[in-house]
């Protein structure tokens, strides 16, 4: 029984008893809440249910939660109710019960975890968005981590979700990557607003092999080369690497399509039309502060040219165009301001601005013995996902970028996080799994199969633990989805882990000399089976691979 089946049955019950006693049974919740107890003492699970009830149905918490414990002692699967305190009730579950959560892992497989909360939803989820005039640094590989791991959790709850990158090839940065090309095919210093790093040089030298008479043309043909060819090979690197890190993308969008093809115009057109462009100074400006930004916003600017907010409208209307009901935006700490812009732009076309989701992360830093590393090798002060990879490994770069909070800024030790130990959380969590493959392979050579499993028969702490445990697995998966958090995925993993160790070291799994199989070594194999299950199912979410041997 899941803490979801606990909560279907508690809900059931309690409208039976309400119904019994004439007292209104809709007050009650659609979902009711049932938690693990920080002490296992106080039982399996508990729920707050008569607090929540009692008051409005006229009735005494502790005798509201005397009734439901009568009633639910009497179900199939309940050991004990019990009433604690003000009238929470602790509810402990008969060991045949708790064993249907292994019956079900195992039926389901990968499957299991996966939910209906997004059926239908059609999710445009875009993240990275690097400009393509250097190497992806930390910001942005915190993002293809965390917004990877987010997409794959969304799908697990129903919905269809479009990964997409952004490719800002518009605009001024641009131009300034070009002049950094020509100055270093030249020999020259960079532009004082240039880019520098050694992979400029070597962009600069491979647009000269592709066009060696590129220093030779006109001034202005000469920047376009560059610009062309040179975005080209950058944006290709950064394909390159975020594939080796496990991202792949199903849509890359051009900004500069969009100037090309006339949206930027025609969106620009729509909202003078809606009355909710206004002139002044020669600009014109995004009404925004009537639909909750904190300022108005200057889409055409003075000199006739586009600000950066037209890209960002057209495009939006563009997402919503190919059929999307949820633009989700992950972007950089120094883009909170784009919150409320974005928002404003979809209210100003009449739209829902619930329609657009913006996240927002913070910084990342890499320390050695609590000091900050300087430590790039091809793009100057800027540390790169490159050199993360080079120094942990792809594994724990993006168990490290995912397992904190997006609202937090983290610092990446690379020290923890090349060590062979339980402190390194992703060494942890696939140890288990490594330890849970070789377990498996034992019983194999054996020939040891897992048939007709006795769950009753699992009736330690540490069995009980570890099976509450997995079958937390799905509320937490459709939480991180709810709630964009990916991290409570690892965090969880590392949980499971922690029972996984405590039973292994408490619970003889295979027989030992002479001993014969008997029915209490098939049940913790089956027990083994479905932790195993579930750390690749969870560690499948966040793209770290689950090792069978270390």
């Known amino acids: 029984m899941t803490p979801a089946d606990l909560a279907e049955l508690l809900r059931g019950t309690a409208a039976k008893v309400l119904a019994e006693r004439g007292l209104d049974v809709s007050v009650l919740p659609e979902t009711l809440t049932v938690e693990r107890p920080r002490n296992p003492e106080h ?9 929540q009830v009692a008051k409005k149905v006229g009735t005494n918490p502790r005798e509201l939660a005397g009734w439901l414990a009568e009633a639910l002692t009497a179900a199939a699967g309940i050991d004990s109710a019990d009433i604690a305190g003000p009238g929470f009730l602790n509810i402990r579950l008969a060991a045949d019960a708790q064993g249907a959560i292994v019956a079900k892992i195992l039926e389901e497989g990968a499957a299991f975890g996966s939910g209906h909360t997004l059926d239908g939803k059609k999710i445009n989820l875009e993240f990275v968005s690097a400009n393509p005039t250097g190497p992806i640094h930390l910001g942005g590989t915190r993002w293809a981590a965390v917004g990877d791991a987010l997409g794959r959790i969304l799908s697990t709850q129903g919905a269809a979700v479009t990964r997409e990158y952004y490719f800002n090839d518009h605009g001024a940065q641009i131009d300034r990557f070009s002049r950094s090309l020509i100055a270093a095919a030249k020999g020259e210093p960079a532009p004082e607003d240039g880019y520098a790093g050694a992979y400029i040089a070597d962009i600069a030298t491979q647009v000269q092999q592709q066009r060696p008479d590129v220093l030779e043309l006109p001034a202005g043909e000469q920047q376009e080369v560059f610009r062309a060819i040179g975005v080209d090979l950058m944006f290709a690197h950064i394909k390159r690497t975020l594939h080796e890190f496990g991202v792949d993308f199903d849509v890359y ?4 399509s969009l100037f090309e093809s006339g949206a930027v115009e025609k969106a620009v057109e729509t909202l003078k039309d809606s009355g909710n462009l206004f002139q002044e100074d020669g600009a014109w400006w995004l009404k925004s502060t009537d639909f909750g930004d904190d300022k108005d916003r200057v889409v055409i600017k003075s000199d006739g040219n586009a600000a950066y907010i037209a890209g960002d409208i057209a495009y939006f209307q563009d997402k919503r165009s190919r059929g999307f009901d949820l633009c989700i935006y992950m972007l950089g ?8 812009r974005l928002k ?3 209210a100003a076309f009449g739209d829902d601005p619930d329609t657009v989701e913006v996240l927002i992360g913070q910084m990342v830093n890499l320390v050695r013995d609590g000091v900050a590393v300087k430590m790039s090798k091809r793009a100057g002060t800027v540390i790169t996902l490159d050199d993360l990879v080079e120094a ?10 995912i397992r904190s909070s997006v609202d937090s800024s983290i610092d990446i030790d690379l020290e923890l996080w090349t060590s062979t130990g339980n402190e390194n959380p992703v060494y942890y969590v696939q140890y288990a799994h490594a330890r849970l493959s070789a377990i498996a392979r034992n019983a194999a050579d054996l020939g040891v199969a897992v048939t007709d499993p006795d769950f009753s028969l699992l009736v330690t702490e540490q069995e009980g633990d570890l099976i509450r445990t997995l079958g937390e697995y799905p509320r937490v998966v459709t939480s991180a989805a709810n709630l964009r958090e990916p991290h409570r995925i690892a965090r969880y993993l590392e949980e499971l882990a922690g029972a996984y160790h405590r039973f292994y070291g408490a619970c003889r799994i295979l027989p030992q000399g002479d001993e014969e199989i008997g029915p209490l070594h098939i049940a913790r194999l089956a027990l083994c089976d479905a932790s195993r299950q579930v750390l690749s199912n969870g560690l499948a979410l966040l793209g770290v691979s689950a090792p069978e041997q270390m």
């Open 392 to 401: 942990i490994g792809v594994d724990a770069s993006r168990y490290a970028m």
């Open 43 to 51: 039982g399996d699970y508990a729920t707050n249910v008569a607090m």
């Open 333 to 340: 700490a120094d883009h909170h301001g784009y919150i409320g």
């Open 253 to 256: 969008f051009h900004e500069n």
């Open 344 to 346: 404003a732009a979809a």
